[in-house]
């Protein structure tokens, strides 16, 4: 049941990569461009430290899967281009694991692999304390992803429809295991009154995974047979969105959910997170063109990752944080409803004295 549930998810979320389009939050942000940037290319670090935790870059491939022999094809494939190209990843779910030891290779793989990597765990909120330490364990984790999915749960057919456990319960993991917890969503969104409530329980980092790209309500209504719940696809907050949300909250945040490009990368590291994931893009293009493909365009997401920082003038993925930004249409209209102000994100390189403001006689 589980198995088949998870080959379903590969197969719904590779077909929407292939009809994505239309109006993406992500191109509601734009960086003002000043032309004096101020640095050359070696200059730049894509190091990023959050949390406690250090990676090399500031991208990674988000949960997908694991749990049967078609998804754990898969998850070798993933492993093997994050060590190639040394991006952090995350197993899908471990459930499958959970109710089934017999198929803990299709995880364990992960680290076979990838022996050196930073690879994270993945349980639900519901996990037992022993269950998540198990995860933890058969991967050698070096950090878990809770994810929070309560949309999703509810088109799925057979889905939980009790939510008051999670958050009791993601406080006992966090207390029960020894590596860093990341709370992420699957695609609908972290508000900032969760990244506040979850900062407020210690976990380590928040993961807003918003709306605009993978669609699990959509994926959930396209498996059901009858009566669905076709009016909330396309339900929850976009990732940039989440992202000005949840600015200042006490607690790191990551950006995925939606992210396409190198220059979604810079847009959510620009709106305060430490790093960016992809979930549905990269599936894609194992699944298409195989694991040299992903390697390629992985490296290539990374090669320009850097080339925009240098022209934006940001030595750091931190530095991003100080150029300027402008915010419009529909993404400035969910600020102004929230309280959150725009206008100062598109001159606040002039209180931080960023390159471009400090340049001899152009300050
Ligand atoms: C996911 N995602 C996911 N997340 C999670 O925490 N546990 C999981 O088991 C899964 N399973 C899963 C399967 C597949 C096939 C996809 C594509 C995605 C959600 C994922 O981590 C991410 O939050 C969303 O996909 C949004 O990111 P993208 O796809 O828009 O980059």
Known sequence: MIAH??????????????????????????????????????????????????????????????????TGAINRDLAIAARETGVPIATGSMSAYFADASVAETFSVMRLENPAGFIMANVNANASVENARRAVDLLQADALQI??????ETVMAEGDRSFSAWGPQIEKIVAGVDVPVIVKEVGF??????????RDMGVRVADVAGRGGTDFARIENDRRDRADYSY????????????????DAGIPVLASGGVRNPLDVARGLALGASAAG????????????????????I????????????????????????????????????????????RRLATRSRSHGTTHTTIGNFR
């Not at 994810?147 to 999703?152: F, P, T, V």
């Not at 929850?236 to 989440?242: D, E, I, K, V």
């Not at 090669?303 to 934006?312: F, G, I, K, R, Y």
């Open 189 to 198: 969104g972290l508000s900032r009154e969760t990244v506040l409530m979850l």
């Open 147 to 152: 994810h929070l999915n309560s949309l999703q």
């Open 299 to 342: 490296s290539e997401w990374l090669d320009q990752l850097e080339a925009l920082m240098t022209v934006l003038g940001a030595r750091t993925p931190a530095d991003l944080t100080r150029c300027d930004v402008l915010v419009r249409g529909d993404l400035r209209e969910f600020c102004a409803d929230r309280g959150i102000e725009t």
């Open 5 to 70: 549930r998870k080959d379903d998810h590969v197969r719904f979320a590779a077909e929407q990569q292939r009809h994505l389009g239309g109006h993406h939050q992500f191109d509601d942000v734009s960086f003002v461009h000043h032309a004096l940037a101020g640095i050359d290319r070696p200059d730049v670090s894509l190091a990023t430290r959050f949390g406690g935790i250090e990676w090399k870059v500031p991208l990674y491939i988000n949960a997908m899967t694991g749990g049967s022999e078609m």
């Open 278 to 297: 992809a979930s549905g893009p990269f599936l894609k293009t194992v699944l298409d063109d195989g694991v040299p493909a992903l390697i390629s365009r």
């Open 232 to 247: 909330l696809n396309g339900s929850g907050q976009s990732t940039p969105a989440c992202l000005l949300d949840a600015q």
